[in-house]
């Protein structure tokens, strides 16, 4: 998606964006743009549900949308109809939003392929950035945001589904705490039917199973979920290798792309398993951590397995509760954008999903040559 920047307009963009983040400050709703509508997980942060779990942008109090940039007038048409937006919301470039709505954070919903473009743009402008999961198609794209973010000042942030699961923040903190001993090895699934068989919006199939727009098909659709929370887990380490495995289940319904992706990301003193499929007969988000005392399964957003080294048996229970403003993609982004909170190396900040996308990219690379990758990468992603 093209969003042509006017040379005239730079430097106003500038100096209107003083003002907006002066207002980020003042606990004002924070005001969004949203760029992109080919995005199937939009509706979810319209909506609410597992994708904003406080509550979508149309309903709650704390976020006001001020404009739309999407080039199908068609696509605005329709999302228009279904959440009763007005036709003034629609905008055909940024600098024209800017000027007219001064909002303090975008939310990017364009491929995967995209998000570079809208990183750039949004940070000439001075705009916060929030993008659906993974970060870039390449290790390459990944490092010119990171270029792009420090020139400007901006942040860029990514979210998960998973990263607003209770469950998994309990695993985390029970890591953090020693309670399980010294992590030893991970396991991570993240998959479902696949994207035929939920039916997905024709806009977001065209790109979701296309190699040069995704980056690859299941691989980076689902293996980016582990290699974000083993990150995470890890704070921040590397893999020193990354070998991977991708097929194709179904070359009919996927004939570009892999819809079945295995990787093995090996550490120094630890090890990780990721596995990414559309094939699976419902949809699995779920992830077993083992240190050398004890393992900690989640089994959905709230439910997890514990069990202690000398305990003769696992114990179920429901994690607590997630409070403000980790429980939610946009607390989140607001408060860091008004720097009540700092990104460091949690599971949405750019730092540790710049080494997701260098361990996609690896694995991307393994799968194709049937070689282990060793890292780190070359910025060029070689």
């Known amino acids: 998606m093209k969003i042509q920047f006017a040379k005239f307009a730079f430097v ?13 400050d003042t606990g004002q709703p924070l005001r969004v743009a949203i760029i992109g509508l080919v ?15 406080a509550g979508g942008a149309l309903n709650r109090g704390d976020v006001q949308i001020v404009g739309v940039i999407e080039p199908e007038q068609a696509l605005f048409d329709s999302y228009a109809k ?24 975008a939310l990017v919903f364009t491929s995967t392929a995209g998000h570079l ?9 001075g705009i916060h950035v929030m993008m659906e999961k993974p970060l870039a198609v390449s290790y390459r ?49 993240d998959g479902h039917e696949g994207p035929t068989k939920i039916h997905v919006q024709p806009e977001f199939f065209t790109w979701l199973t296309d190699p040069k727009l ?71 988000k779920q992830m077993d951590v083992y240190g050398q005392t004890g393992y900690a399964k989640t089994i959905d957003s709230r439910q997890i397995e514990i069990r202690r080294k000398g305990e003769s048996h696992a114990r179920i229970s429901d994690a607590a509760g997630l409070s403000a403003p980790y429980d939610d993609p946009l607390h989140y982004l607001a408060s860091v954008i008004r ?13 540790t999903n710049v080494l997701v996308s260098e361990i996609l990219d690896a ?10 990758v060793t890292l780190p990468l070359r910025g060029d992603g070689q």
């Not at 473009?117 to 402008?125: D, G, K, L």
């Not at 887990?233 to 009919?252: N, Y």
């Open 363 to 372: 694995a991307r690379q393994s799968a194709r040559t049937g070689k282990t």
């Open 82 to 105: 279904q959440y009763h937006w007005d036709a003034a919301l629609h905008f055909k470039n940024l600098p024209d939003l800017v000027a007219a709505a001064h909002p303090n954070a």
């Open 39 to 53: 995005h199937g997980h939009v509706g979810g942060f319209m909506k609410g549900g597992a994708l904003a779990p």
């Open 141 to 189: 794209d990944a490092l010119a945001m990171v270029k792009a973010a420090n020139q400007n000042h901006i942040h860029v942030l990514v979210d998960y589904e998973t990263s607003w699961y209770a469950s998994n923040n309990a695993a985390g903190n029970l890591l953090a705490q020693g309670a399980l001993g010294p992590i030893v090895k991970t396991v991570v699934r």
């Open 12 to 24: 106003f963009l500038l100096l209107s964006m003083r003002g907006v983040a002066l207002a980020a």
């Open 214 to 284: 995704n980056g690859a098909g299941a691989l980076y659709d689902f293996g980016c979920y582990g290699a974000d929370l083993m990150t995470w887990l890890m704070k921040g380490e590397a893999p020193v290798s990354v070998t991977a495995t991708t097929a194709q289940l179904q070359p009919d319904l996927y004939p570009k792309v892999d819809d079945e992706a295995d990787v093995l990301l090996n550490y120094k003193h630890a090890v990780a398993i990721l596995q990414g499929s559309w094939n699976w007969p419902f949809a699995v």
């Open 117 to 125: 473009q809208a990183v750039e743009e949004c940070a000439r402008a």
């Open 339 to 351: 720097d009540e909170v700092q990104e460091g190396d949690s599971v949405s900040s750019l730092k």
